[in-house]
Nanobody, 123 residues
């Protein structure tokens, strides 16, 4: 059972980037899926999630980031636009079973995690 995150890199402020998270060993169809991010010395921050076909976003990324899933590919994505230096972080993908809506923003509720991919927004 594995989640493999990819797509991070260096991008200029105002630019765009798409992160991918591919699952293997299990089917994402029955899981809530999410993206979190973390910077040194800070707790892991909720970025976005899909729960029961509905999308949810953290306040700091609402309107700029889009989470989506491709069930046939067992993969989900985070499309990031209008990136800011404060978006710089390691981004993690996660999948959780039997989550309730009130728990989708809690990292501890997710069962599986990707290894993280670094996004650096800088000129």
């Amino acid at each position: 059972v594995q989640l493999q995150a990819s797509g991070g890199g260096l991008v200029q402020p105002g630019g765009s980037l798409r992160l991918s998270c591919a699952a293997s060993g299990f089917t994402l169809d029955y899981y809530a899926i999410g993206w979190f991010r973390q910077t040194p010395g800070k707790e892991r921050e909720f970025v976005a999630a899909i729960w029961r076909s509905r999308t949810y976003y953290g306040d700091s990324v609402k309107g700029r980031f889009t989470i989506s899933r491709a069930n046939a590919e067992n993969t989900f994505y985070l499309q990031m636009a209008s990136l800011k230096p404060e978006d710089t972080a390691v981004y993690y993908c996660a999948a959780g079973a039997n989550l309730i809506l009130s728990s989708i923003r809690s990292p501890s509720r997710y069962n599986y995690w990707g290894q993280g991919t670094l996004v650096t927004v800088s000129s």
